[in-house]
């Protein structure tokens, strides 16, 4: 047989297989995309059909709390305004504000005004005597004030709002409740549709989604549907609110397919002629080997493959090393990544991702039992605060190199969680050994680590959840270990703790309402400044006042800052309430020198965050500019414990409030380690003595020595004192029999508003503890 009739055989067959093949294996991708393509474009008309609704529900709630809150309208719900009605309430009222009825009802829960208008016909209606009982159940139900709903009345369905009435100051007790709403039928539906230009169809739905949920799903080959739940309140039924799209991207999607079949046969059956022209008997042979190689690559996936390298030196042996160039370029491609999108490129550990593909390969169809450590670094802030995020990106990657070999000894994964957290996963070989592990892991990281020039030393406090007892999906087990690895910390950080082991999380979950409500605190005036009086040893005289920030939650009453400052640190909003109270204290300061107690000093706390911040000092030269302060009389306090972690910084901070004349004082001191050294790093004007040092004073003679001995070093250092924490008349005694010094304590006031200071100001003669 001749060359041209078996190249004519071979590459015929092969190639009209490998059309069959190619057009078999695009069609499906092809067709996926278009799919996706007609769902989002249907959901985004039903998403702009839900913003338009809640923009309207939102608009109206917003009209009726402007009403709500006029005093004219809780006059004349208080019986205090007769013409209320007249000179308000009309026609052209309705069609202004855009309502269809409007109800005003007292707190005895009766009507005193209803009205319902008709804003298509522009005429009034006439509606029912007891048309106000169907907001009954919505006003006697706190929880849905304040926001707007679909309400169904006399068999009607309406965007309804319920306010309660207050004066505009928002004091006092509420009269009653204002109601307004609009008829939402068919005809509000079609206004809708051309509005967003949009066919849509409203009925009940016997389905029960949740309240404004959308649903996207193909109903037939050519049309897909796109459907809005809305929950009516009263009768708690559901409604939809529908359009019926045409499948554009899927049959336009069709119709390129067939197009495409066509090309490509027409395609292969031209190259079929030409290549058999063309190619010689050793080509054919060896490109339908190829061929060959290139369709079981296709069918297996398999990119690692290599096609066989012909003996030939020529351009189809070229062409075969360039195929293995390719596929090696696309499994490095590959290789990248999979790396990016399971592997953490610092640690080069697993992430999240990788992490919930293995626990979702070790459970599906298994009943091996696994347990997740969660644990990140005690101290991680601040090797990354004080040494830079270099050092810190360093430190974890050798707590990595030091846990991994733990963890795969156990055959489990270590997995980088975000920051300074990891997970481990691991089989649940029992408590006693799991117990094992979690004391070996944190052996490995209290080693001390050796980095540069620096030696540190972290800890770490860990979190351990099971599976399947505690949960049998991922993300509750994480959230279980972590709420666990919180309580580690709480106890004292370098520990782990199971879950099982824990009461309950309340501590944890007040602590995350805490962090919620602090960012908001600020904003809606929940935080107040409270003074506590200073006054000399001899006279009891006030010489000045320090100014303490207490929260008022609305729900859980006063929150004692020990409690909620470290949060604010934490969150980065630290900065922010410090500079609140700062303006807050000198402006009262001030305000008590213009009457005539200019003699007054103010003493303020300052935070950490703001020492480091380098544009504090900028603020504060602000706020003694506006408020024409002296700042000699501003006195401001540093804690102790700040200090040892952010010296260079303090040190700097504190250098700059000197040059402008503002007192510094070192406040809770002695209780740290280096108090002595910090005398002599900082320049000091003022020393705190903490309440240890006086609470069993003058009574226990070792405290009383002691005490005793700090006095006379602070007063051969010739440095201001004032001695915290004087809660009996002895303690004051003592003091001055001691040393000439400041007193600040229960005995002669507790923190109190600045209106209580004010009426220690006008009785100057009398004992402080009797006006307080």
Known sequence: MKLKLKTFLVVSVTMLLFLTLLILAIRPFLLRDSNKLDQNSTYADVKRVKNDLESDLAHLNSINRDWAIWDDTYLFLDNQYPDYLRKNISNATMENIGINFMVFINKNHEVIYQRAYDLNRKKSIDIDIDFYKAFLPAVHDTNDLNRAFFLKVDDRMTMTSIQPVYQSDREGTSPGWLIMGKWFNERAVDDLGKKLSLNLYFKQSNLTNKHMQIQVQPVSESNIKGSLSIKEYSEQKYYEISILNKRSFYLQKMANIKQITIYLIISTLTLIVLMNILLSRLVTSRV??????LGEIQTNKDIKTRVRISKGKDELSSLENSINNMLASLEEKHESV???AFYDQL?????????????FDRTIGKKEELVIFFFDLDGFKWVNDSMGHTIGDMLLVNVCKRVSPVVEEQDGMLARYGGDEFVILLPNTGRAEIERIAENIMLEINRVFQIHSFKISVTASIGISSYPQDSTTIEPLLQKADIAMYEAKRKGKNQYIFYHDLNNTNNYKNLLELEKDLKYALIQKQLESYYQIIVDSEHHQITGVEALLRWNHPTKGVIPPAKFIPIAEETGIMPYIGLWILEDAVKQAKKWHLQGHDYLSISVNISKS???????????????E????PPSKLQIEITESDINHYLKEIKDFTIELKKRNIKIALDDFGVGTSSLIYLKELPIDVIKIDRSFIRDVPLEPFDTTLLSGILEIIH????????EGIETKEQSEFIHSQFSAKLQG???????PASEI?????FPNQNIGQII
């Open 288 to 293: 339908r080997d190829l061929s060959l190689q």
């Open 338 to 340: 999979t790396q990016l």
């Open 347 to 359: 640690t080069m550990l697993p992430n999240r991702y990788k992490l919930f593909k293995e626990f």
């Open 610 to 624: 703001q020492m480091k911040d380098h544009s504090f000092i900028n603020k504060l030269d602000k706020v003694l």
């Open 626 to 629: 506006e408020y024409d302060f």
């Open 716 to 723: 051969d250092l010739q440095l201001d004192v004032i001695v």
């Open 746 to 752: 229960y005995y002669f006031s507790r923190p109190i």
């Open 758 to 762: 004010e009426q220690i100001f006008l």
